[in-house]
């Protein structure tokens, strides 16, 4: 299969997100066109269908780089994780994740039910040596520059070992998705006092103390008011927490843009200053939307395994598949793995 720096393949299950199939393939039109992947995809689904598409596309995508990779069964996102993965082999997540497996494809992206895509990871695809649970990380804009907020929702129920391994796995996640040399590596509680927190914050502040230096750069606890001021590259919680965050976050960003939208048309004076604004919002929607870091990890597997958001549209499917190369390309895992011993012997 390909190799960092040459081409890869990425499957994608075409097949579970929210919009279907058809902002797959707009997604993956966007992505080469647009952003100038250049990469292998094998869409996983619905063989007919999916070819039906591809013919009303035919002029804008060169067939030799798709392939279509029939499946008869999708994951819903009502369907029990393991219940899921047993029943429905036939699946497009199981199927791309096979192809994962079988070293048919680099890494996996999909839209579907996370519970089940991150069983599927765990089950087919194996933690590296040393990883307790895999976590979601996904980069999040900021005042001054991004940062790799994890876990984001793999694991709601957490150890403190847990959140320590979430800091290794962040920390080898900024190094290659934003070019961090030393991520500066926080944990998000409640206060920045020693002792604030539960007991569950505590110990892993306890705990990152020991490998700081050591593993990983560790500069102590932040507030939520602290989160999107920039001043550190990863930011460590359990997935409960991080979910929440996200999709809070994500939300107020929708508020915020509405709102916008509704005062700026209330009289003349504003729509001619909206007018005037304009470059200055588009450049603002680009910098805060979601969709331009859509694609989130499954940090600490063997293989490489993204997860977008069931609602994600053809540009943040775009981007995801733009993140995916870039995990494949930067190939972390022996680094990671290296890491984690390390972190593990020192706790």
Do not use: W
């Amino acid at each position: 299969m390909g190799a960092p720096g040459g081409k890869c393949t990425i499957a994608v299950d075409a097949m579970g997100s929210d919009l279907g199939p058809t902002e797959f393939v707009r997604g993956l039109l966007y992505a080469t066109n647009e952003l100038g992947l250049d990469c292998n995809f094998t869409l996983v689904g619905k063989g007919r269908l999916l070819e039906r598409l591809m013919k009303v596309r035919k002029s804008s995508i060169n067939p030799s780089k798709i392939n279509i990779h029939h499946a008869s069964e999708v994951v819903n996102m009502h369907d029990k994780p393991i219940q899921a993965l047993r029943k429905k082999k036939d699946s497009s997540m199981a199927q791309a994740i096979e192809l994962l497996r079988d070293g048919k494809a680099d890494a996996v992206l999909s839209c579907g039910n996370t519970g089940a895509l991150i069983a599927g990871g765990i089950l087919r695809i194996r933690p590296l040596d040393g990883v307790d649970r895999p976590a979601l990380g996904l980069i999040v804009p900021s005042k001054r520059k991004p940062f790799v907020l994890i876990d984001v929702g793999a694991n709601p129920e957490s150890t403190s070992l847990n959140l320590v391994q979430n800091a290794v796995l962040g920390a080898n996640y900024a190094k290659a998705a934003l070019g961090c040399e030393k991520p500066r590596v926080a944990l998000l509680t409640i206060g920045t006092e020693e002792g604030k927190g539960n007991s569950l914050i505590n110990a892993t502040h306890t705990n990152l103390q020991q490998i700081n230096g050591k593993v990983i750069d560790y500069v102590g606890p932040i507030e939520g008011f602290q989160l999107f001021d920039g001043d550190v590259d990863v930011v460590v919680c359990d997935g409960f927490v991080g979910n929440i965050v996200l999709k809070s976050s994500e939300a107020l960003f929708g508020f915020i843009g509405s709102t916008m939208k509704e005062e700026l048309v209330r009289n003349p004076k504003r729509i001619l200053g909206a007018a005037l604004s304009k470059s200055a919002f588009r450049a603002m929607k680009v910098r805060l939307s979601p969709d331009q870091h859509a694609g989130a990890p499954l940090l600490g597997l063997k293989g490489n395994i993204l997860k977008s958001h069931g609602s994600s549209n053809y540009i943040a499917i775009a981007n995801a598949l733009r993140i995916a190369r870039e995990v494949v390309t930067h190939d972390m895992i022996d680094s990671i793995s290296s890491d984690i011993n390390q972190a593990n012997d020192l706790i």
